[in-house]
């Protein structure tokens, strides 16, 4: 029953935001069709079969069966429904076809710009009423490098403090893992080694998806300050309490939070543990638990490691709203050539429903509303550059016939759209087909 619930949930909260997704891309199609005065015959969110729906004015408003994307049928345009019945009579006013190259390129893109614009304002409104959480680097005192990672891999090691990153030294740990700096060809860190300025580049070598680019993680830099101590539990029966660090371990220098949990968790006898509190130093023997591998303490909370929120007014909101729209839309471009030119796997890279489904609820488990809330924007923007690809049947691909006429003075023969739609058509599917087992593979292990 759990899995069942747990499924629900996933399918629930991928639905809400691939609704809102959907519906704002295909109301800028519908705001500017009905602003240049073309006729709207179908305003749908999902593909047909119709499931339910109204009829107001020229145009039926109506949800279809199939969830996984929506369109605004327009008059006089080729579109994916494949209608040429209107190419043998004479273009009325109110048709699409009648109308300015101009006014057909807004239409077109209107759906994508107003995925832009949706970003935008979830990314200000976030910023308005939550403020930014940053991490300053001096709150820093360095990471943790285990042996097995791929941070050792790389040539980071243990102490070094990270003060930069392709060639930039920065304010804030957020900005060494942006999306629009670790998605670069050269990627590269600037560390504090030793009292010593290091330079450590990033081989694609150990980076073959875009996840693994993310390797520097907050939580090689937490240290090994205990932020609760549970009743019963061997550390509070040794007298450990929330506030103590654990300085040494068998006699051992400990520093950071993931380098004690490695020696509680490989340790077969007790453990002499040195524990700094306040302006005293003591010494505990603990045997950790046998079955959990535990001593039972809680490492500290982002707030107590210097965590900082940065609040902003309304018009300095909306250039952090810009900038952050700007930073995903680059590093979601660099991801997709670097995939092109086979730099990372696509494999690996390229997700399809189950992969979305699946991260949206992960982000929404780990940071609610506020993680929502992200992801709906970074697949607002996905959604909008996948759209202005230059692929027939995607508005990518009907801006590039515009533009040609625009550039020639003469349309696109009906012939040459409709092959093109066809072909498109069935890249499209072919597309679906290859993500959906891609997702299968990868989740389910097939």
């Not at 800028?28 to 107001?56: D, N, Y």
Request: glycine share 10%; net charge negative; aromatic share 12%.
């Amino acid at each position: 029953m759990d899995w069942f619930l747990n499924l629900l949930n996933t399918l629930l909260i991928f639905g809400g935001a691939l609704m809102i997704l959907v519906f704002v891309h295909e109301l800028g199609h519908f705001l500017a069709a009905k602003w240049f005065g073309m006729r709207v015959e179908r305003f749908s969110i999902g593909f047909p079969p119709r499931v339910w729906g109204f009829q107001k004015g020229d145009t039926d408003y109506c949800i279809g069966a199939t969830p996984l994307g929506g369109y605004v049928k327009i008059s006089g345009m080729i579109d994916e429904s494949m209608d040429t019945e209107h190419l043998d009579k004479e273009p009325e006013e109110w048709e699409y076809r009648s109308k300015p190259v101009w006014q057909r390129i807004i239409t077109i893109t209107a759906g994508v710009i107003f995925n832009m614009i949706l970003a935008f304002f979830i990314y200000f409104g976030m910023t308005y009423t939550n403020g930014k959480a940053v991490l300053p680097i001096q709150e820093t005192a360095g990471i943790y490098v285990p042996e097995s990672s791929i941070l050792n891999e790389i040539g980071f090691e243990t102490g070094d403090k990270v003060i930069g990153v392709n060639g930039e030294e920065v304010v804030y740990f957020n900005e060494l893992v942006s999306a629009s700096e670790i998605t670069v060809d050269d990627l590269n860190y600037t560390v504090i080694r030793d009292g010593q300025r290091v330079n450590i580049p990033v081989s694609s070598n150990y980076l073959d998806s875009l996840q693994t680019r993310g390797f520097l993680d907050i939580g090689y830099m937490i240290p090994s300050k205990i932020a609760s101590v549970p009743a019963g539990q061997p550390a509070s029966e040794a007298g450990l309490e929330a506030g103590d660090q654990i300085v040494s371990a068998n006699g051992d220098t400990v520093l950071y939070w993931l380098q004690l949990v490695e020696i509680i968790q490989t340790a077969d006898t007790a453990i002499n543990f040195g524990v700094q509190r306040e302006d005293s130093l003591f010494y505990a023997s603990i045997t950790p638990n046998p079955e959990t591998r535990t001593i039972g303490i809680a490492r500290p909370q982002l707030h107590n490691l210097g965590l900082e929120t940065i609040d902003y007014g309304f018009f300095e909101s909306i250039a952090e709203g810009y900038n952050q729209t700007m930073e995903q839309t680059v590093g979601i471009l660099q991801g997709f050539t670097r995939m092109i030119t086979g730099d990372i796997s696509v494999t690996q890279n390229l997700g399809g429903p189950i992969a979305i489904a699946n991260i949206t609820k992960d982000a929404t488990d780990q940071a609610g509303w506020i993680g929502f809330w992200n992801i709906t924007a970074l697949l607002s923007i996905t959604l909008a550059i996948l759209n202005i690809l230059p692929i027939p049947i995607l508005d990518g691909g009907h801006l590039v016939f515009l533009l040609y006429e625009g550039i020639t003075r003469r349309e696109p023969s009906e012939k040459v759209r409709m092959v093109a739609q066809q072909i498109g058509f069935f890249l499209m599917i072919g597309l679906f087909i290859f993500v959906m087992f891609n997702d299968a593979f990868r989740y389910f292990g097939l």
